[in-house]
């Protein structure tokens, strides 16, 4: 009998894992059939789609309200389907709201489940973490506190790296990377990285097209190139910076955001694994966060915010080594003079550098081959053994 891998992925960036993984679990298991919840990348790779993985592209703690009931007839129906197929094991990569729960419901079944991503229950709502333990068999972590944080609540987890880690070499090349977006060798280039959903780049498009205007004004040579993760995307951040910004040239990618990034001297990113991807290209950078401001005002009232820090490379460091700024204290002037700190001191610029080296070279660990193997132990340490054995 093949192995039959129930997958669900949430967004781009789960496609993305979720291609790398399969790609790793072919030579363990290459008779594996993998079907579920997943995006283009994953399908090209050999997943059955049964649902696109943007259907679950929603964030937010009361933006998510109005796409509840959608949500839990989809997670109803993908649950049917998984049981009916016989699973011989679930991976949820990230998306851990709409995973863990179904994942309990598999796992209840006698379904071995594994969560490929840790939600941030090391950050807030740490309470969750009792219900992953009554929800997964195994947590694949990409940072190495987050399986130390595991250890100390008695769940299962391996840390297996980081798997952008392993895709973007150790040294970069920022020559190459500007001959190939048309740059010039000797320009002053900014990346403006407003997120991959679209709204987060709704909350974020302001804020972003009004710093890269008071940099354009105190810098008039400033370049500026923004990657864009969607049609969707590049459609709401150019309106906005049309009228935010209209004096201000940028120029628009589609996608290339990791290009971008080499190429760029300094970067404003939202929040998320574009400021894990900036790190890896060895770049300064601001990380700006909005919630809307009911989430927001939730999270604060509750005191749900256990981490000092929020952007992946202060939480890496244990440390504030790169700007961060969530809501009121997103102001432009701000932010745009700590970018043309980062342009203009060339020593602490230096240091940081040897910071993301250290980063780096920590999650260069081949975690999809990592993660594939974890997850085959596990079904092995599930296997009853062979009638007759001792």
């Excluded at 290209?281 to 999270?299: D, E, F, N, Q, T």
């Excluded at 920590?362 to 054995?389: F, N, T």
């Amino acid at each position: 009998m093949p192995l039959r891998v129930g997958l669900v992925a949430g967004e781009a960036s789960g496609d993305t894992l979720g291609a790398a993984l399969i790609k790793a679990m072919l030579p363990l298991a290459p008779d594996a059939q993998f079907f579920g919840i997943a995006g283009p990348k994953m399908h090209a790779a050999g997943c059955e789609i049964w649902e696109p993985a943007e259907s679950l592209a929603v964030m937010g703690l009361f933006e998510v309200l109005r796409d509840l009931p959608r949500l839990w007839k989809l997670r109803a129906r993908i649950r049917r389907q998984f049981l009916a197929a016989k699973l011989d094991v679930f991976v949820g990569i990230d998306a851990p709201e709409f995973n863990l729960r179904l994942a309990r419901d598999l796992r209840a079944a006698g379904i071995p489940t594994v969560q490929y991503v840790s939600p941030q229950v090391w950050a807030w709502r740490q309470s969750r973490v009792h219900g992953m333990a009554r929800s997964v068999d195994l947590v694949l972590c990409l940072l190495p506190f987050e399986k130390r944080f595991y250890g100390t609540q008695g769940v299962a987890a391996e840390f297996v790296g980081h798997p952008l880690a392993d895709a973007i070499p150790l040294q970069v090349d920022r020559g190459r990377a500007r001959a190939e977006l048309n740059l010039a060798e000797d320009a002053k280039v900014v990346a403006l990285l407003p997120g991959s959903r679209r709204g987060e780049v709704a909350r974020l498009a302001r804020d972003i097209a009004a710093t890269a205007r008071w940099l354009a004004r105190e810098r008039p040579p400033l370049r500026f190139i923004a990657p864009m993760a969607s049609a969707a995307t590049r459609e709401i951040f150019a309106e906005v910076l049309q009228r935010v910004a209209p004096e201000v040239e940028v120029q628009l990618l589609d996608g290339q955001a990791q290009t971008a990034l080499i190429a760029a001297d300094v970067a404003l990113v939202a929040s998320g694994t574009a400021s894990l991807e900036a790190a890896l290209c060895k770049r300064p950078m601001v990380v700006v966060y909005r919630l809307g401001a009911m989430s927001a005002w939730l999270i604060r009232r509750l005191n749900l915010v256990k981490s000092k820090f929020f952007s992946q490379p202060n939480l890496l460091a244990d440390r504030r080594v790169v700007g961060e700024y969530f809501q009121e204290q997103i102001v432009p002037a701000s932010i745009g003079a700590e970018l043309l700190m980062w342009l203009d001191d060339s020593g602490r610029r230096a240091i940081l550098e040897q910071e993301f080296m250290g980063i780096h070279v920590e999650l260069k660990r081949d975690a999809s081959a990592r993660a594939a193997q974890a997850i085959v132990a596990l079904l092995k340490a599930r296997r009853p053994p062979p009638a007759g054995s001792p």
